[in-house]
């Protein structure tokens, strides 16, 4: 869908759009700013191949952040106005940015219902030449990661649809990543089987087939077992609890005088808490010189780097010594360690598919 997006046809119609809904009473008054950053950014979308360098004059950038949203809000400007006159038979419409899915209520005569089909299809079609692509009527689909059925009673179930080319490429034992990454793996996969999965034996299958894949890829079932029994538990409880008052909400935290520091793992990196013990040791506790300081003025706030006598990546990686708030810093920053990165009649389906913190400091070293 991206590529085919004609560029100069999309800036015209969501400029159009922003103007109309920022010029709103009470909106914020930076239409203009905007719509200049959309130019810039998707007129601009520059390619390397090779040693080569290409600017790319059709369609829309695929690497692009605001590509997504972009082509949402370009379609769903046609959508307003042809899907509402298709409400007696098109009783449900979504779509995620090229994938659609609908549930179609037919016409009592066949060759009435074939004609209305064709004319709904037609007009999916008649947007500045995108085209889709629509699955006949049917009771079974696949979409995203679902297979939906309509059973004969009416109700829908779904289960688990993965592609036949899925080759579960899982990361193995051996790599350079957490310890925590297969347990996150675990726990977030199961719940996410016996959350799409309406029976059980279908559960029980994809969890099976999940596990094993894990074990092709080289981990130890003494390692799998306790975790998927976890997970298993982790997800009856979540699910059992899911939309009830009692939850427990996500903790919120204040954000707004703090900076954040993003190490890429590694596993000969010092280990997190040995950095932030060696930090509320060190320069954090020291007010005055303190490596992250809030500067808050009537207009506005915003945190800053200041250059305080902060502890160093050699103090950091050796853990050796007293670090204090006099230890030298040089032309480093505590904050630059290491890879770095701050901050029928029965209704039937159908279906379409078509931080960084700027401050002046040296590169970061690289920790051997």
Known sequence: MYTNIKTDVALTLISELIRQELHKP??????????????????NSIVKFGDTYWRQIS?????????????????????????????????????FIDDIIGIWLPHPDMATNTSLGSAFCNDLQQWHGLEWTVSPLSTRCNFMDLTLTITPTGKIDTNLFEKSQNLYLYIPPGSAHPKGMIKGLIFGNTLRIMRLCSHKGDTTTHLTNFKTRLLARGYPLSLLEPLFLQAIQHADTFITNQGRDHCTPPPTHDTSTKIFLHLEFHPEDPKPQ???????????????NAPCETCATPSKRRSILTASQSPTVDHL????????????????????IGRVALVSSSPLFFDGWMGCLRHPMPSPRKIS
């Open 26 to 43: 009470q909106q914020p008054s930076y239409t203009e700013a905007l719509i200049s950053a959309l130019h810039i950014v998707f007129t």
């Open 59 to 95: 369609g829309t950038g695929m690497g692009i952040a605001p590509a997504p949203p972009w082509a949402t809000i370009f379609y769903a400007l046609h959508e307003q106005h042809f899907v509402p006159k298709w409400s007696n038979h098109l009783i449900f419409y979504k779509r």
């Open 274 to 288: 040995d950095i932030h013990r060696h930090g509320k040791n060190t320069s954090l506790n020291q007010k005055a």
């Open 317 to 336: 990686i050796s853990g050796i010594g007293s670090l204090s708030a006099t230890s030298p810093v040089g032309d480093e920053m505590s904050l630059a």
